[in-house]
């Protein structure tokens, strides 16, 4: 199989870092051209699955602009310029939580929509985290931390708590990861 290729690319509104939006011209491996094909540009980000020295995940009750009510979220943000994901997902977990973690999990880098961009999504599982200092939160929503065992976040998980995607699949991939 061959990767579409860009051909030309257009700024089409600019709300600068969280959102740009572009007009791209796409060559399909056919040779057609696709002209004004949407292309969103957002900044990756982390989210983190946090498993305590005592057992326990880290997750935060909270409301979020686009989800309905609150949800579970696990700890997570925006990668700052030129910062690695495990650098980000370190710093948000000791901003967000106070905690820090040297056992760290890679649960992988992915695309947030496959067709229009939208950043991409790295996940980690921090095991092992540790309370090292006062909370230092920058989110404009109000959060709760919560201490949940591994069968209130299956439970949660399985009845749809975790209400924005990424924060599903961070949670699911970690408890995955902790039965291998």
């Known amino acids: 199989m061959q990767p579409w290729k860009t051909r030309s690319r257009k700024k089409v509104l600019d709300y600068g870092r969280f959102l740009v939006v572009e007009n791209h011209t796409i060559e399909l491996p056919d040779g057609r051209i696709l002209a004004d094909w949407p292309w969103l540009v957002t900044p990756d980000y982390v989210n983190v699955a946090v498993v305590t020295v005592e057992d326990k995940f880290l997750c935060f009750r909270q409301t979020k602009y686009a989800v309905e009510g609150t949800s ?3 700890v997570g943000g925006y990668l700052d310029a030129g910062e690695a994901p495990l650098a980000a997902a370190r710093r948000e977990l000791l901003e967000e939580t106070g905690y820090e973690s040297s056992d760290w999990l890679n649960l992988g ?34 959060q709760q931390l919560l201490y949940l065992s591994r069968t209130e976040v ?19 991939l970690a408890l995955q990861r902790l039965r291998d």
């Open 72 to 74: 579970l979220a696990p």
């Open 154 to 172: 299956e439970t949660a998980l399985a009845a749809g708590e975790f209400k924005v995607l990424a924060w599903a699949a961070v949670m699911a």
């Open 109 to 142: 880098r992915y695309a947030v929509d496959g067709n229009r961009g939208a950043g991409v999504a790295h996940l980690f599982l921090a095991r092992q985290a540790s309370r090292v200092a006062e909370v230092k939160p920058d989110d404009l929503e109000e």
